[in-house]
């Protein structure tokens, strides 16, 4: 079964960096393979797609996180990034980390980690 | 890229049928038979129900059932149960290969 598990959350200040950390285990095929995405949802709203990066390392933001937040994995480790500089208060949401092996689609999600944006 | 619009809530009493629709654009669900639903639960991450329209992944139950027209897609859950009571997002690939969600909608099981 893949399994993937974040970590690295926290309270951070208006201006202030994190780096959040997704580490996937049990791929069918390699964690190599499978595209790699940032999903956020703020406290009592919706999805919002944040990032991906793609087998071979090509990388897609959403407007409102392009030049703060940059995306990045470590195949050798099985693990996906998310470096977020810059932070808002806007950024506070649940972050999960999400793909899929075969399907476009995101049918493997992690259980989320808390980014706290507040002064 | 905007959200894709979703009703806010819809309700049903148990063994009704409920539709949830999801209206987006020609960049995206218009132009896109990648469009999906998920299904998520207070504190809990999101389950896929449905992918490219009107697929189940394995395990879903075959009450749930997707159909697309035009820039519009739509969720059908038949023989509403008390555990369907949840939230639900559609989600799109646009015609640049970004992703884009609904708003998501509240449904609630008399």
């Known amino acids: 079964e893949v399994q993937l598990v974040e970590s690295g959350g926290g309270l951070v200040k208006p201006g202030g960096s994190l780096r959040l950390s997704c580490v996937g285990s049990g791929f069918t095929f390699t964690f190599s393979h499978a595209w790699m995405s940032w999903v956020r949802q703020a406290p009592g709203k919706g999805l919002e797609w944040v990032a991906r990066v793609k087998n071979g390392g090509t990388t897609d933001y959403v407007a409102p996180v392009k030049g703060r937040f940059t995306i990045s994995r470590d195949d050798s480790r099985n693990t996906l990034y998310l470096q977020m500089s810059s932070l808002k208060t806007e950024d506070t949401a649940v972050y999960y980390c999400?793909?899929?092996?075969?399907?476009?689609?995101?049918?493997?999600w992690g259980q989320g980690t808390m980014v706290t944006v507040s002064s | 890229q905007s959200a894709l619009t979703q009703p806010a809530s819809v309700s049903g009493s148990p063994g009704q049928s409920i539709t949830i629709s999801c209206t987006g654009t020609s960049s995206d669900i218009g132009g896109s038979n990648s469009v999906s639903w998920y299904q998520q639960h207070p504190g809990k991450a999101p389950k896929l129900m449905i992918y490219d329209v009107g697929n189940r992944p394995s395990g879903v139950s075959d009450r749930f059932s997707g159909s697309k027209s035009g820039n519009t897609a739509s969720l059908t859950i038949s023989g509403l149960q008390a555990e369907d009571e949840a939230d639900y997002y559609c989600?799109?690939?646009?015609?640049?290969?970004?992703?884009?969600f609904g708003g998501g909608t509240k449904l609630t099981v008399l």
């Open positions: 989600g799109s690939y646009t015609t640049n290969i970004h992703v884009v």
């Open positions: 999400a793909t899929s092996e075969t399907l476009n689609a995101f049918d493997i």
